[in-house]
């Protein structure tokens, strides 16, 4: 149940009509009580009103909504109870019609884009205390509704009359005596107010919904998904257990998938809000759908290891290494909370690869619920060609134990062409590619040597002193701008170094990060792993020259004169950086304890000699890569904060505790220590 789309994506892609489309009707006299209105307030979110009629940054309910769509825009409806805009003197009648049949007070007929075919199984006094709350529930808006551009002959509404004598069903809801009253709740729900099929089920040549429930050989559509707009809206007859199908509307995640496109604002406007018998009712009814032969259900199998092979020595696999294994982790597991999984995932091994292709190119937010308030953001990746998407996107589908079909670059560009994201103007910065390591005579040295820059203290367990990596600060194995890359660093040595006093080459200056950063013992010049090391360093050197500047070079510049606010910097800390680092600075692992996201202070962490334990440095490198997944900028959503917030939690988490560096006195022989220096 990965992405349920509001109704504005179907029917003939006249996208999203308000529910109430004239604002001259009659003013209701009775008072309604509070109980009724609360319990159409908890209507209105299962039925998602909000989503479709609050504009980014609106008032609720007021509509402005934009969409565009290939027949022209459209914008969503003042639905509060506003007299002179809204459908403040709307009766319950006019409301009842529009709402089961889609019919307006003066006649004219609602797009079946407002779900009035599922509407219809709305109960009369579900209906009624609907009707309380937007009356009497709502805050009235003065806001005119914007007027649709729509092309014609979509402008026409004559020929939704003949619609609704064709595909209307106006049969209520009928429970089945057979199934317990829990189950029926669920079914109620889901296709009723819930109007699941709107985007669950496949349309018919007019648009339709082929079935409006899952009623004997005629609903056997029912909920096996439906693809519109480069998404793909999943089977739902996937067999999940009912606590995972409540698990995923509740915080928009559950063990097999993870909530995504339009579906993010379903939980966090609607779902979310659900009770927790309605959720369970739900989770009963979906998982009671039996397995259609023709729906593309794919059987989940155990998860597994990935093989070496494939993810070292194959273009998707190095790709998916590169650009997503930092989040969703080599075993494909995610973190929980956080990143979703790709291991036995139904979205990403579908049938129908769409979806993830959308995701892949446009990005990802997960849903904000009240467990999770913070989102999460994943970039777009448009800016890789589609024949690298192609290779990442099969990896992902075929690793882990998944079942998914390979994917060509041929759909990658459709789904491409049909979203309208071009390919990212390249940028003076040229990010290497470890897939292209592959080509290389010395290819298993390359990568080697990669691995020990990603995983340093997995491999070299005797010559690290703590839990990082190079990887650590030299983010995606060092082809990351202003984060501290390697690209073409090795061009520049041998060089004068200030701290050392004297002239130092490639493997002084690696020895020097290994007894700093990582807290360790250097390496023998020529051992296999110091050899390793400079050989994938070299790879990236590229045109560069020592007497030219290096596009991307180190961690970008702080105005040294900004005072650090280190009070400020602890609550940016726990704000924004404690969920990946801990509270503690402790870091994050994984259950099994491999440790995912690096300690920022403790024994665990680098010493008081490395180059990240200086304020001003520190604040650099943050400016310019932390936090992740905060916002959409490739590769890791990363950034977001000031200067002045980066130089306030630089100051307080490179003063914490951390271990010290015995040859401290040698540092800077002829001068020029730096002020913000640890010692």
């Known amino acids: 149940m990965a992405v349920r789309f509001k109704p504005i994506m179907f029917y003939t892609g006249i996208l999203l009509t308000a529910i109430l489309m004239s604002p001259a009707f009659a003013t209701p006299s009775d008072v309604q009580s509070d109980e009724q209105v609360r319990r159409g307030e908890y209507l209105a979110h299962l039925g998602d009103c909000i989503a479709c009629h609050t504009a980014e940054g609106g008032k609720s309910m007021a509509g402005g909504m934009e969409f565009n769509t290939p027949f022209g825009n459209v914008y969503s409806t003042n639905i509060t109870p506003d007299v002179n805009t809204g459908i403040g003197n709307y009766s319950f009648e006019q409301f009842d019609r529009a709402m089961r049949k889609g019919v307006a007070e003066d006649g004219h007929n609602l797009y079946p884009a407002m779900p009035y075919p599922s509407f219809v199984k709305i109960s009369a006094d579900d209906m009624k205390a609907l009707y309380a709350y937007v009356m009497h529930g709502v805050e009235p808006v003065s806001q005119a509704n914007k007027e649709n551009s729509m092309k014609w002959p979509f402008s026409m509404r004559f020929g939704l009359k003949f619609w609704n004598m064709a595909f209307l069903d106006e049969t209520p809801f009928k429970p089945d005596t057979a199934k317990s009253s829990q189950w029926n709740r669920g079914a109620y729900l889901v296709q009723g107010l819930g109007h699941c099929g709107s985007c669950h089920t496949p349309r018919g040549v007019a648009m339709q919904e082929k079935t409006m429930a899952q009623d004997g050989e005629d609903g056997k559509d029912f909920l096996t998904g439906s693809t519109i707009e480069a998404w793909h809206a999943v089977n739902l007859h996937n067999q999940w257990p009912a606590p995972e199908f409540a698990k995923f509307l509740k915080v928009g995640h559950n063990s097999h998938a993870t909530a995504y496109g339009t579906m993010t604002e379903v939980v966090h406007f609607s779902t979310q809000h659900f009770s927790d018998n309605d959720l369970s009712a739900i989770g009963e009814y979906l998982s009671s759908l039996p397995p259609n032969a023709e729906s593309g259900v794919i059987k989940p199998k155990p998860v597994?290891?990935?093989?070496?092979?494939?993810?070292?020595?194959?273009?998707?696999?190095?790709?998916?290494?590169?650009?997503?294994?930092?989040?969703?982790?080599?075993?494909?597991?995610?973190?929980?909370?956080?990143?979703?999984?790709?291991?036995?995932n139904s979205s990403v091994q579908s049938r129908n690869p769409t979806s993830v292709i959308h995701v892949v190119l446009s990005g990802w937010k997960s849903a904000e619920t009240e467990q999770a308030k913070r989102a999460f953001d994943m970039p777009g990746y448009n800016s890789l060609s589609d024949q690298e998407l192609a290779e990442i996107v099969t990896f992902v589908r075929s690793q882990w134990g998944n079942q998914g079909e390979p994917v060509t670059a041929e759909e990658i560009k459709k789904v491409r062409d049909e979203i309208g994201i071009k390919p990212a103007e390249p940028s003076k910065f040229a990010v290497p590619r470890f897939a292209a390591m592959l080509s290389s005579p010395n290819a298993d040295q390359l990568i080697y040597g990669m691995r020990l820059m990603t995983e340093t203290k997995a491999l070299m367990p005797k010559d690290v002193g703590n839990v990082l990596a190079c990887n650590s600060c030299h983010l995606n194995g060092g082809t990351m701008e202003h984060a501290a890359?390697?690209?073409?660093?090795?061009?520049?040595?041998?060089?004068?170094?200030?701290?050392?006093?004297?002239?130092?080459?490639f493997k002084d200056r690696v020895n020097g990060c290994m007894r700093r950063s990582m807290n360790g013992k250097p390496l023998e010049k020529d051992s296999r792993e110091m050899l390793a090391m400079i050989a994938y360093m070299d790879n990236m050197k590229g045109q560069a020259k020592a007497d030219e500047p290096i596009p991307g070079r180190g961690v970008g510049k702080i105005d040294k004169s900004i005072v650090p606010n280190v009070e400020n910097g602890k609550k940016i800390y726990k704000d924004q950086c404690a969920v990946c680092h801990g509270d503690k600075g402790e870091g994050l692992k994984q259950a099994d304890g491999?440790?995912?996201?690096?300690?920022?202070?403790?024994?665990?962490?680098?010493?008081?000699?490395?180059?990240?334990?200086?304020?001003?440095?520190?604040?650099?490198?943050?400016?310019?890569?932390?936090?992740i997944s905060n916002t959409r900028k490739f590769p890791l959503g990363q950034g977001g904060l000031t200067d002045q917030e980066a130089v306030d939690v630089a100051q307080y988490f490179t003063h914490m505790p951390r271990p010290d560096f015995v040859d401290k006195r040698k540092d800077w022989p002829k001068g020029g220590k730096p002020t913000d220096a640890r010692y």
Request: aromatic share 14%; net charge positive.
């Open 594 to 627: 491999r440790n995912v996201f690096p300690p920022l202070w403790g024994s665990q962490s680098f010493n008081i000699g490395a180059g990240i334990a200086r304020t001003y440095t520190a604040a650099g490198f943050v400016k310019n890569n932390m936090p």
């Open 304 to 344: 597994t290891q990935v093989q070496e092979a494939d993810l070292y020595k194959t273009r998707g696999g190095l790709g998916y290494v590169q650009f997503c294994s930092t989040c969703h982790q080599n075993d494909g597991r995610g973190m929980d909370k956080f990143f979703p999984p790709l291991a036995d």
């Open 485 to 505: 890359p390697y690209v073409g660093l090795s061009a520049i040595f041998p060089s004068y170094a200030p701290r050392a006093g004297k002239i130092i080459d």
